[in-house]
């Protein structure tokens, strides 16, 4: 098993949760959102481990290399903290998300069937990812199991070669269109999606 996720060094989740809006704030002014890269990365992995989605407060920042400001990011996510103290949610355009309290309601999660298949989806998923790339293995040796290897790897069908050939590229389309193969290659990718999100502490009801 892969020992830890390949997170993409030029886009960084950073996460914070507090007992209150203060300590939000409070944690909101330690991040290093003025330092070098290196280090808001450092400091983004550690906001992930220390999520605690049971807390009342809760906030979300995507950070992008060369295309947020990150300071200016933290520093307009402090104002706000202040401006809708009270109010239970709020987000803004340059993607900071702010939830307090017990969720609205029930989450379901909807994955997409038949005909919403194409090569190569979830890739960055399943590269990067441990609990999704072990789940494509599992669903890989099911499906050989199942198939006696008649229809090849279920991974090299949702991953194909890359090739600069059309006619190739084509044809693995339309391997993957075939019901034999679309519904365990959309069954596989979207049970390591739903694998990936537990694991992010996103649970469904339904």
Not at 38 to 58: G, I, T
Not at 109 to 127: E, H, N, R, S, T
Not at 134 to 160: C, M, R
């Amino acid at each position: 098993m892969k020992p830890a996720a390949d997170w993409k060094g030029d886009v960084q989740l950073v996460t914070f949760s507090a007992a209150d809006e203060s300590g939000l704030a409070a944690a909101l002014k330690a991040f290093p959102a003025a330092g070098a890269w290196n280090e808001l990365r450092l400091a983004a992995d550690r906001s992930r481990s220390a999520f605690d989605p049971k807390l009342f407060c809760r906030l979300a920042m995507v950070f992008e290399k060369g295309k947020t400001n990150p300071a200016s990011q933290v520093q307009t996510a402090l104002t706000l903290l202040e401006k809708n103290r009270g109010q239970q949610s709020w987000n803004t355009p340059d993607c900071t998300f702010f939830f307090s309290g017990e969720a609205a309601g029930k989450l379901g999660i909807l994955f997409p069937g038949q005909g919403a298949q194409y090569p190569g989806m979830l890739k960055d998923l399943a590269v990067g990812f441990p609990q999704f790339f072990e789940t494509l293995k599992e669903a890989d040796a099911a499906f050989a199991s199942a198939t006696g290897g008649s229809q090849g790897s279920l991974a090299e069908l949702i991953y194909p070669r890359p090739s600069f050939d059309q006619a190739i590229r084509e044809a693995d389309e339309a391997r993957l269109r075939a019901t034999e193969v679309a519904q365990p290659a959309l069954g596989a990718v979207s049970l390591g999606a739903h694998q990936l999100l537990d694991a992010f502490g996103v649970s469904a009801e339904a």
